[in-house]
């Protein structure tokens, strides 16, 4: 390698040259095939088949889902989730599932569906998929799940309907793995049918003395004997005792959160000891108190994206819902405003950013929001 | 899908974003591709819970008057930007040995290493005269390529440049000092190029040391995304492209002279001049027909090593910097004076005998809601070593990483465990995946003397007909030299 014509008025440069011309004799290329190495813990996308539909209760299936390739799922930490990739009726769109099996047992995931009444992907996963179905889906993702750094060994988790699918994750991997950690949870259901996983649960509580379930139910018929109402401060201390700091999941559904969180706040438990799972936007434009008054959250607008076209969608609808109406695609994940992945630039016009959304200042600063926590004020151009 | 640009840029970290706005402002058309969803690569931050953090930047080099400001101002970007000058350069501690904290300031500098070690003044006072006259020339002459006459007369009117530039830092310290302590404290900044001190090119010790005193370190409101995102608005405001979520898989090429290129989905793009901010190896040996690559170029790749990367531990944490005993932004803190254990360390998964440690509440850039503060742990370390673990391994040693930083911030910081609320560790794996290097390199091949670009000019030449590469694998890293050095190439692009 001829050096720079400065370089031979340096002391020691002869020396340099010759160590580069012994490194070219003896070098050896270098990896470079990138993509395949993040693909091992973080495929772009996973190709996957349904190998059973266990039912839970009956609003809720349990879909056990294989690798088309046969090969192992990528691993993950209890409490992460996958977004399924669908196609439903000409429109493509995606959810995010929790993953409820053990991250010990990597042949399969499971992903547990509550039916939502009215919601189009979980009514069409329940109604339609059938063993040997194939499905796609992203890798594991998502910052619900235990960190040794500074969750503890004492946990509890407050779970109401689907949100016990990450729970009970957790608590395999502490049955499967014989963790040194002790959970307690505390499940509200809304009848004693609706339990998800009640056998399970009850039978590890029994032979385990690491983790402790109590079912509260809060439309209780005569046979319940057991707790009732919701998971309010009372109920908790009563079931779990004192928090005293220990580390507190919540995951349920998002109306849950804003309840939990002053009940919490009620026993004098402090926000760094509480982790959420984020889970769909809890008020709709419209019903959110920070919506501007005087406009209109049905009437529709024209939401134009940069050299790519335009179309008219109610105010009230999340810009990516209403851009994947329409047949534009882009990536997202969480669907809840946390991951960012389906962030896109105003450059025209004004939106409504739901307080989920976690942007990062220069996001809001510079013009961008998170697409599935926003929603069209004005008419509005983006471009993604 | 085909479109003409006069210019395509792959990649919009540092680099290509300032050589895309630079092109695009001097009235080529240009496309910016970006694997991503997001511009700025390491120059970025994420958000969890109530708390963003930065990715990056520990502290900016060459602002004041320095380059950076410059090309900056000329990009039309420092007006949109908040920059905060920190007061102090950093403070080095190793427990029971010594805990001093540098200013910011050449003078400040000797008085602060005269307190802590009486009878040095003198000679604290001719090494730091050394390291900016050797500091002050590296930065002129790497920005002069163009005008190798003038830099030749220069030159040999810099004897001590000329005589110390290519040896170690360690050799010119042990010259300068006898007392270990005071080469430990002086040499701190090595982790800011990669090489411990007896591998670390006196040549680039001077230059770091020359950036923060002559020019001050400095923090900036919106971290280090603040900035990336005002190089792309000064990008689009002058009528630039820009496309998230593309990742280039070809440069596609015809008759051995650039045509455009392909992303993994199919898509094409044409345009004669293709800038590359990936990484030199991806670039060559995958993006292109291997046919197009001269053997002169393969043959320097394979004579390179892969730079380090590093585990950094972001902490949110319920507790004011000074709460948390926190009295300097930048802190870097080693286990014992001993050379061999930190490299030893660096190809190690062992508990880390070194971190530095950032507090961005010091100088708040506001990041952390009111009474909290943001800290990152920052370790270097080689990819390689990550590479050994199961993937069923990884997350268990990246905690068991990331606690032993940990336990070495305690030191300054006691009880700092017992106020995290968020923490997520980053390892080489991660940077990986977010930059698409290999071996999650951070500042491109290993930064010793044989790296210096007095040996490698090469990459910033068209090795293939239309092709340019900018980013920390041709030029040094971090920000100062990938914005600065960027800029300026693509500046003299325009006249081709
Ligand atoms: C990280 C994460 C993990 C999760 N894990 C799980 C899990 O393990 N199990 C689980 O069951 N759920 C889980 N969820 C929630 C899951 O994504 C929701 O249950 C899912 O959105 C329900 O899908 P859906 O398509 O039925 O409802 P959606 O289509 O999302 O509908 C939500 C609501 O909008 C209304 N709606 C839907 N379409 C329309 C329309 N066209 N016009 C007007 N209103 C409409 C519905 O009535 C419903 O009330 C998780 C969510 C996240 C973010
Ligand atoms: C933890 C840490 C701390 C640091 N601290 C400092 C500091 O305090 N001071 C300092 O000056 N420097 C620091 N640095 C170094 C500095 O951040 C980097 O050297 C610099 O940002 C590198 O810039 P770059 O232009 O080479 O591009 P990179 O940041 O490496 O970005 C490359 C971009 O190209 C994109 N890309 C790659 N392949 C493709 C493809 N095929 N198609 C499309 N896009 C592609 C990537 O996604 C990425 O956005 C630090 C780095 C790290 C990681
Ligand atoms: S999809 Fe995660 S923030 Fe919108």
């Given at each position: 390698m001829p050096a720079h014509p400065l370089a031979r008025f340096f002391d020691h440069v002869d020396d340099v040259t010759a160590e580069i011309a012994r490194r070219e004799a003896g070098g050896v290329a270098h990896p470079a095939a990138v993509?395949?190495?993040?693909?091992?813990?973080?495929?772009?996308?996973?190709?996957?088949?349904?190998?059973?539909?266990?039912?839970?209760?009956?609003?809720?299936?349990?879909?056990?889902?294989?690798?088309a390739t046969g090969e192992l799922l990528p691993p993950f930490q209890a409490g992460q989730y996958i977004s399924l990739r669908l196609q439903i009726d000409g429109v493509r769109t995606s959810r995010a599932f929790s993953v409820s099996s053990s991250p010990t047992e990597r042949r399969h995931y499971d992903l547990t569906v509550r039916r939502v009444p009215g919601?189009?992907?979980?009514?069409?996963?329940?109604?339609?998929?059938?063993?040997?179905?194939?499905?796609?889906?992203?890798?594991?993702?998502?910052?619900?799940?235990?960190?040794?750094?500074?969750?503890?060994?004492?946990?509890?988790?407050?779970?109401?309907?689907?949100?016990?699918?990450?729970?009970?994750?957790?608590?395999?991997?502490?049955?499967?793995?014989?963790?040194?950690?002790?959970?307690?949870?505390?499940?509200?259901?809304?009848?004693?049918?609706?339990?998800?996983?009640?056998?399970?649960?009850?039978?590890?509580?029994?032979?385990c003395p690491e983790i402790t379930v109590d079912h509260v139910i809060s439309e209780p018929d005569a046979d319940w004997s057991g707790p009732t109402g919701f998971l309010s401060a009372a109920v908790v201390e009563r079931l779990a005792g004192p928090l005293r700091g220990r580390m507190t999941y919540v995951c349920g559904p998002p109306a849950m959160y804003a309840y939990q969180l002053r009940q919490l706040d009620r026993m004098g438990h402090p926000r760094r000891r509480v982790r959420l799972e984020a889970n769909g936007i809890?008020?709709?434009?419209?019903?959110?108190?920070?919506?501007?008054?005087?406009?209109?959250?049905?009437?529709?607008?024209?939401?134009?994206?940069?050299?790519?076209?335009?179309?008219?969608?109610?105010?009230?609808?999340?810009?990516?819902?209403?851009?994947?109406?329409?047949?534009?695609?882009?990536?997202?994940?969480?669907?809840?405003?946390?991951?960012?992945?389906?962030r896109v630039r105003v450059v025209r016009g004004s939106v409504f950013t739901a307080a989920e959304a976690r942007l990062r200042t220069s996001d809001r600063d510079f013009g961008f929001t998170h697409s599935c926590a926003a929603y069209p004020v004005t008419d509005v151009e983006v471009d993604f | 899908m085909s479109d003409d640009y006069d210019a395509i840029v792959i990649g919009a970290g540092n680099a290509g974003l300032s050589s895309a706005a630079t092109l695009q402002r001097g009235g080529r058309r240009t496309l910016l591709l970006e694997r991503h969803n997001i511009p700025g690569g390491a120059a970025t931050s994420f958000v969890r819970g109530r708390?963003?953090?930065?990715?990056?930047?520990?502290?900016?080099?060459?602002?004041?008057?320095?380059?950076?400001?410059?090309?900056?101002?000329?990009?039309?970007?420092?007006?949109?930007?908040?920059?905060?000058?920190?007061?102090?350069?950093?403070?080095?501690?190793?427990?029971?040995?010594?805990?001093?904290?540098?200013?910011?300031?050449?003078?400040?500098?000797?008085?602060?290493?005269?307190?802590?070690?009486?009878?040095?003044?003198?000679?604290?006072?001719s090494f730091l005269e050394l390291c900016q006259e050797v500091g002050s020339w590296q930065l002129v002459a790497r920005a002069s390529l163009h005008q190798p006459q003038e830099q030749a007369a220069w030159l040999r009117g810099l004897p001590r440049v000329r005589r110390n530039g290519l040896r170690p830092a360690k050799e010119v310290l042990d010259e300068y000092f006898d007392d270990d302590r005071i080469k430990h404290v002086l040499a701190s900044y090595w982790s800011y190029n990669g090489q411990p001190p007896s591998t670390l090119p006196f040549m680039d010790l001077a230059r770091i040391l020359t950036l923060y005193l002559e020019y001050k370190p400095y923090h900036l409101r919106g971290g280090s995304q603040a900035m990336s995102s005002a190089m792309l608005d000064s990008f689009l405001e002058a009528g630039g492209d820009v496309r998230f979520d593309s990742n280039v898989a070809e440069i596609r090429t015809r008759q051995g002279t650039v045509v455009g290129v392909r992303l993994d989905n199919g898509d094409e793009y044409d345009a004669r001049m293709v800038v590359s901010n990936a990484s030199a190896v991806t670039t060559y040996t995958r993006m292109l027909d291997p046919t197009v690559v001269p053997d002169s170029v393969l043959?320097?790749?394979?004579?390179?090593?892969?730079?380090?990367?590093?585990?950094?531990?972001?902490?949110?944490?319920?507790?004011?910097?000074?709460?948390?005993?926190?009295?300097?932004?930048?802190?870097?803190?080693?286990?014992?004076?001993?050379?061999?254990?930190?490299?030893?360390?660096?190809?190690?998964?062992?508990?880390?005998?070194?971190?530095?440690?950032?507090?961005?509440?010091?100088?708040?850039?506001?990041?952390?809601?009111?009474?909290?503060?943001?800290?990152?742990?920052?370790?270097?370390?080689?990819?390689?070593?990550?590479?050994?673990?199961?993937?069923?391994?990884?997350?268990?040693?990246?905690?068991?990483?990331?606690?032993?930083q940990l336990d070495l911030v305690e030191v300054i910081s006691p009880g700092l465990r017992d106020v995290i609320e968020e923490a997520e560790v980053a390892t080489p794996h991660t940077l990986r995946r977010y930059l698409g290097h290999p071996g999650g390199a951070i500042y491109g091949f290993d930064q010793d003397i044989t790296d210096s670009w007095l040996f490698r000019d090469a990459d910033l030449k068209p090795n293939v007909p239309g092709l340019f590469l900018l980013s920390a694998w041709t030029t040094a890293g971090g920000y100062n030299p990938t914005i600065v050095t960027a800029a300026r190439f693509s500046q003299r692009l325009l006249q081709l």
């Open positions: 993509d395949d190495e993040i693909a091992v813990c973080h495929p772009k996308q996973l190709d996957l088949v349904v190998a059973e539909v266990i039912t839970e209760t009956a609003t809720t299936k349990t879909f056990r889902l294989r690798r919601g189009c992907v979980s009514n069409h996963l329940l109604d339609t998929i059938t063993p040997g179905d194939r499905l796609v889906s992203s890798g594991p993702i998502g910052t619900f799940h235990y960190n040794p750094l500074f969750h503890g060994e004492d946990l509890v988790f407050l779970a109401g309907g689907s949100g016990v699918t990450p729970a009970m994750s957790m608590i395999r991997e502490v049955v499967n793995r014989g963790l040194p950690r002790t959970l307690h949870l505390v499940y509200g259901s809304r009848r004693a049918d609706d339990i998800i996983f009640r056998a399970e649960l009850d039978q590890i509580a029994r032979g809890a008020l709709p434009a419209g019903e959110d108190h920070d919506w501007p008054a005087d406009v209109d959250p049905t009437a529709e607008v024209t939401v134009a994206v940069r050299g790519r076209g335009a179309f008219r969608t109610p105010r009230n609808r999340a810009l990516l819902d209403a851009l994947e109406d329409n047949g534009f695609q882009l990536e997202a994940s969480c669907r809840s405003g946390e991951c960012s992945m389906c | 708390f963003e953090f930065e990715v990056s930047l520990h502290q900016l080099g060459g602002m004041g008057n320095g380059p950076l400001r410059q090309v900056l101002d000329q990009l039309d970007v420092t007006r949109r930007l908040k920059f905060l000058e920190e007061r102090d350069l950093y403070r080095t501690v190793v427990p029971g040995v010594l805990d001093i904290t540098l200013p910011a300031d050449w003078q400040g500098v000797a008085d602060a290493i005269e307190d802590s070690f009486p009878g040095n003044r003198a000679r604290v006072e043959r320097d790749l394979r004579s390179r090593k892969l730079g380090i990367s590093g585990t950094i531990t972001y902490l949110g944490l319920d507790a004011t910097a000074r709460e948390l005993g926190f009295t300097a932004g930048t802190n870097m803190i080693t286990s014992e004076l001993a050379e061999n254990t930190v490299r030893d360390s660096m190809h190690s998964l062992d508990p880390t005998p070194y971190v530095v440690a950032s507090c961005y509440d010091v100088d708040p850039i506001g990041f952390a809601p009111p009474r909290a503060s943001h800290v990152a742990i920052f370790s270097v370390q080689y990819g390689r070593v990550w590479d050994t673990l199961a993937p069923e391994d990884y997350a268990r040693a990246k905690y068991a990483y990331a606690q032993s």
